[in-house]
């Protein structure tokens, strides 16, 4: 299991600036108890932010968003232990209601075991549910994951046709994204896939360590706090 690494307090000259950081950022609200008011305040805060996305459960579908502003939802969330049909079919309804991006949790078990042909399958029941444009994430819980399963599950997803490799739920106890983890995915997918990190993304100094490693996407709950850089960014996903 990966252990957390702390980033360098130092950046360099070419790191990205705040509105750049915003734009790779996928503004989440994956709360249980989180209502539909709070969805449309997410909405506000992420075009007012710039962000790239908001992402939120697939029973807040349809949203009214603004023109730019793309819509991501989680499939098999959280725990991934959905058979591949269930998945399959909730990517389907959530396209339907005007998903613009799918990001989909592996049976983590199954990468534990080395069943990785299991995962390749999975993946590509979802990927032939919400075929392109519809982009396709897949959730592999790094932090769940040796390296040697992170590599498995990383070669398995992009045979079957997604477009992201990202590191986490937010809600296992493991833990979320590390460096160390984006960067063994990005060493793995090369060109083919792109790396969305998240879990525990908090502070502009992490999203700037997350995209050095790799990563070209983030999963943000704190995005407001997190872009104004003063280290409270919220909690969790």
């Known amino acids: 299991m990966s252990t957390e690494q ?3 307090t130092s950046q360099p000259a070419d790191a990205p600036t705040p509105a ?12 249980p108890e989180a209502t ?46 959905h058979t591949s049909a269930v998945k399959a079919a909730e990517a389907a309804e959530s396209v339907r209601l005007g998903a613009d991006e799918i990001d989909m949790v592996i049976d983590v078990g199954a990468a534990r075991e080395g069943r990785f042909e299991d995962v390749q399958a999975d993946v590509a029941a979802v990927r032939a549910a919400a075929p392109a444009p519809t982009v396709l994430k897949v959730i592999i819980e790094s932090a769940a ?3 040697d399963q992170v590599v498995g599950v990383c070669r398995a997803s992009a045979a079957a046709g997604a477009d992201f490799v990202k590191t986490s739920t937010g809600f296992h106890p493991a833990g ?11 060493q793995t997918v090369g060109d083919a896939l ?14 700037r360590a997350m995209m050095a490693a790799g990563a070209t996407r983030l999963g943000v709950s704190g995005s407001r706090a997190l872009l104004a850089g003063d280290g409270s960014g919220a909690a969790g996903y």
């Open 6 to 8: 702390t980033p360098s």
């Open 20 to 31: 750049q950081v915003a734009r790779a950022i996928d503004h989440t609200l994956l709360k």
């Open 36 to 81: 539909r008011g709070d969805v449309a305040a997410l909405v506000a805060e992420a075009a007012e932010l710039g962000t790239y996305s908001v992402c939120v459960s697939p029973s807040m579908l349809p949203l009214d968003v603004p023109a730019g502003l793309k819509v991501a939802v989680v499939c098999g969330f959280p725990s991934g232990k």
């Open 145 to 147: 994951l040796d390296d």
């Open 176 to 186: 979320g994204a590390t460096e160390h983890a984006v960067r063994l995915m990005k």
């Open 194 to 207: 792109e790396v969305k990190a998240s879990g525990g993304v908090r502070t502009l100094e992490q999203a």
